[in-house]
């Protein structure tokens, strides 16, 4: 295992407190970007951040900001890495990172089933209950007045990573983050 | 057989110039698509797209170059990707040919443990929308109206010839070709026949085919798309923003 001294997890702190560019009302720790940081020697670190998405534009001034708040904490010699493995998914956004999504006006990401032990029950034996549909895992509700009654508008929307849906209810459009 | 550096490069440089060329047409929909909501989609998917390039164009050297400072028999993606856009209803054949086969592509590698595997993981699952996108336009075109029927029974007819091409094994691509051409006729098939389409009968091998892209052999409409995508930065070399 490898083991982060007390310096690394302050500079992970540091690093994740940063904004992410696009939606700054969350931080990349929040987003679930920042895969490792690892110090050599006194101030040299090296920083390691997934893309969301693999054409993701945003990483590069993610790459800036990092740099920026480690160099204001003491470190000289900074080097941020991107890393493709394992993938980004949208299960990386933190509890309170969705909170923050939802009061922004973002609909968060729904949480895929956690892979790992199931409930096996005996079904009804006569009748056939509907297939749960691992594509559409519950419905998305609105982040303005919580209605489940939302309808599609666009699959694509202000970012790669959005989708643009309307509330049935409140009448409102609003973003949702897509599961990834 | 021994995978080298070497092929790696080359095999990457198919891919790359795949996701490189598609993505500078669909973003020459910008600004010219028939509602705001596919504006952002077309852009959306391209930007997936140059993603894509990006990573495997840099597996095989300097993205730069190799995006802009190649003359055209160089480029190695396959003539589906070069076509023009067309029409709305060519676009989205195009995208729904593409993506049927991207997706079984990249989930086949993602599976692997090859060079391509950590990209293909990521990618999969981008592509699984850009998919969607396609099969979702495809269904609306093809069992809208007489016209929208019209347009999107001949887009499917013009860009078969394209398609076989796609299967062509690739040196360095870990993939069972065969296999994913018969996953991806029915698939494809399916989709075709839920939208009220014919799934066309031209050949899509042999003499009477296209494709020899992966060889460098291009059509002609690619020329004047790498004109335009190449001319800044042929210009203005080593300028930056």
């Known amino acids: 295992m490898v083991t982060t001294t007390p310096l690394e997890a302050e500079l992970l702190r540091v690093a994740g407190s940063v904004p992410d560019p696009e939606l700054p009302v969350l931080t990349l720790h929040e987003l679930g970007v920042l895969r490792a940081v690892h110090v050599h020697g006194t101030d040299a670190v090296e920083v390691e951040l997934t893309p969301t998405y693999t054409g993701c534009p945003a990483i590069e001034a993610m790459s800036v900001d990092i740099e920026r708040a480690l160099r204001e904490h003491g470190m000289r010699d900074i080097t941020v890495r991107t890393v493709l493995t394992p993938a980004w998914s949208t299960d990386d956004i933190t509890d309170e990172g969705r909170r923050k999504l939802r009061r922004f006006g973002i609909a968060p990401p729904r949480v895929r089933e956690p892979a790992g032990p199931v409930p096996v029950t005996l079904g009804p034996l006569r009748t056939r209950a509907p297939e749960p549909d691992p594509a559409d895992p519950a419905p998305v509700r609105c982040p303005h007045c919580g209605s489940v009654d939302t309808e599609l508008l666009s699959r694509f929307s202000s970012t790669a990573c959005k989708a643009l849906r309307r509330c049935l209810d409140c009448r409102e459009p609003f973003d949702h983050f897509k599961e990834l | ?241």
């Open chain 2, 1 to 241: 057989m021994t995978v080298t550096v070497d092929t790696t490069a080359a095999a990457a440089l198919a891919l790359g110039d795949d996701a490189l060329v598609l993505s500078h047409r669909l973003g020459e929909w910008a600004g010219h698509a028939p509602v705001l909501e596919e504006e952002v989609a077309l852009a959306n998917i391209a930007l997936d797209l140059l993603g894509q390039a990006r990573v495997l164009l840099s597996m095989a050297g300097d993205e730069d170059e190799l995006a802009y400072l190649r003359e055209e028999r160089a480029f190695r993606n396959l003539q589906l990707v070069e076509q023009p856009n067309g029409d709305f209803a060519h676009t989205i054949a195009r995208q729904l040919y593409f993506s049927a086969y991207q997706q079984l592509l990249y989930a086949g590698l993602a599976a692997g443990d090859g060079p391509f595997a950590p990209l293909a993981a990521k990618a999969v699952k981008e592509v699984a929308y850009h998919r969607d996108h396609a099969e979702q336009w495809t269904l609306r075109l093809g069992d809208g109206t007489d016209v929208s029927h019209d347009r999107m029974q001949r887009a499917c007819d013009a860009l078969w010839r394209f398609t076989g091409e796609m299967f062509q094994p690739v040196n360095g691509v870990d993939a069972d070709w065969a296999g994913m051409e018969t996953a991806w006729l029915e698939s494809v098939g399916e989709v075709l026949r839920r939208a009220t389409l014919t799934v066309p009968e031209g050949p899509r091998t042999g003499a009477w085919a296209a494709g020899a892209g992966r060889q460098g052999l291009h059509t002609e409409p690619f020329g004047r798309m790498l004109a335009e995508m190449q001319h800044l930065h042929r210009s203005h070399p080593g300028a930056s923003w």
